[in-house]
């Protein structure tokens, strides 16, 4: 299983930017998707997170500015991010809780990172 997100970049604050990932591979099924995010010097924190029964869930400091999408059938979350702050700054992370199978082990819970996509923005 692979993730593979895109649209990170240089925007000034106020802007907006897109993120998009996608997974592929074999999975049985999908739990959550959803975007964490590192800052330098700080750990790993919650974004947005967007469950299959369509509950959604976000970081205080991105609500009202953030909204986290996907599609079911393709196996995609976005991030769509408005308002920037400087302070949101940071490589952000596709997340995915999954339900996996195997014959020997039967179901089990699993979960998978993207590889991070910067994003920067200038004051």
């Known amino acids: 299983v692979q993730l593979q997100a895109s649209g990170g970049g240089l925007v000034q604050a106020g802007g907006s930017l897109r993120l998009s990932c996608a997974v592929f591979?074999?999975?049985?099924?999908?739990?959550?998707m959803g975007w964490y995010r590192q800052a330098p010097g700080n750990q790993r924190e919650l974004v947005a997170t967007?469950?299959?029964?369509?509950?959604?869930n976000y970081a205080d400091s991105v609500k009202g500015r953030f909204t986290v999408s996907r599609d079911n059938a393709k196996n995609t979350v976005d991030l769509q991010m408005s308002s920037l702050k400087p302070e949101d700054t940071a490589v952000y992370y596709c997340?995915?809780?999954?339900?996996?199978?195997?014959?020997?082990?039967?179901?089990?819970?699993?979960?998978?990172w993207g590889p991070g996509t910067l994003v920067t923005v200038s004051s």
């Open positions: 997340h995915v809780r999954s339900i996996d199978y195997d014959r020997a082990l039967g179901f089990f819970e699993d979960e998978y």
């Open positions: 967007y469950e299959t029964g369509g509950t959604t």
């Open positions: 591979g074999d999975i049985y099924s999908i739990n959550l």
